[in-house]
């Protein structure tokens, strides 16, 4: 299996909701990212999961909180989010080193 | 600190034309390099990476990236371009044996035919 697995595809959610993006890996990767990106621009790294630990979080707002409960699994929990967070988060994976990373197709979140 | 210039926002080019996509970077050590691809709605995929070694690499759908120290340059080039490589290509530097990788604006590509 040489894929990362995000669900949803599309979500569509409240400020006062409460919602979870999830991804999944089964390359046995030990790192694993949340990307954001807006249209027409490049990805922005939220945070890093090393070893299942949070190694970086890119001073993201605490309205995003991620979650790394296993090696194979990272979930991004969102509260009180703006419209200004609709975006496509995108999950990624790699092995040690940094050797490129593997994509999921991502979440299309819009918050109305 | 490091960065990533790729000079171009969007090129067009005929199918089964040749195709150069330029990028720049700046990193104080022997950088790592890559090149991804995403079609609209989609992540991104990995064309090709560059660590050490012969500095013209080999990609995935017929890709190829040559490293040139002195122009600190990674240009992405493809002899004949099919429609199907329409999409948003990024150039990317990442630290080495780090976690963080800086991604470039990106270049669009158009196929006419």
């Known amino acids: 299996d040489t894929e990362v697995t995000q669900t949803p595809k599309h979500l569509v959610m409240g400020m006062t909701n409460k919602k979870s993006l999830k991804c999944e890996q089964h390359?046995?990767?030990?790192?694993m990212y949340w990307y954001k990106q807006k249209a027409k621009k490049p990805p922005e790294l939220m945070f890093v999961?090393?070893?299942?630990?949070?190694?970086i979080n890119e001073s993201v707002p605490s309205r995003f909180s991620p979650e790394c409960p296993n090696s194979s699994l990272l979930n991004l929990h969102l509260h009180a989010l703006q419209p200004e967070d609709s975006a496509l988060y995108l999950c990624?994976?790699?092995?040690?080193?940094?050797?490129?990373?593997?994509f999921g197709s991502g979440t299309r979140l819009t918050v109305v | 600190a490091q960065s990533v210039t790729q000079p171009d926002i969007h090129i067009t080019v005929s199918e089964g034309a040749s195709l150069e996509l330029r990028c720049n970077y700046s990193?104080?050590?022997?950088?790592?390099l890559f090149w991804y691809v995403q079609s609209p709605g989609q992540g991104l995929q990995l064309l090709l990476k560059?660590?050490?070694?012969?500095?013209l690499v080999q990609g995935i759908k017929g890709f190829e990236a040559e490293f040139k120290r002195s122009q600190s340059s990674f240009n992405l080039r493809k002899p004949s371009v099919h429609w199907s490589d329409a999409a948003e290509y990024f150039c990317a530097v990442g630290n080495t044996g780090g976690f963080k990788t800086i991604f470039g604006a990106g270049t669009r590509l158009f196929v006419k035919a």
């Open positions: 990193y104080g050590a022997t950088p790592y």
């Open positions: 560059y660590f050490s070694g012969d500095t």
């Open positions: 999961y090393s070893y299942e630990k949070l190694s």
């Open positions: 990624a994976s790699s092995g040690p080193g940094n050797y490129g990373y593997t």
């Open positions: 390359m046995g990767h030990r790192a």
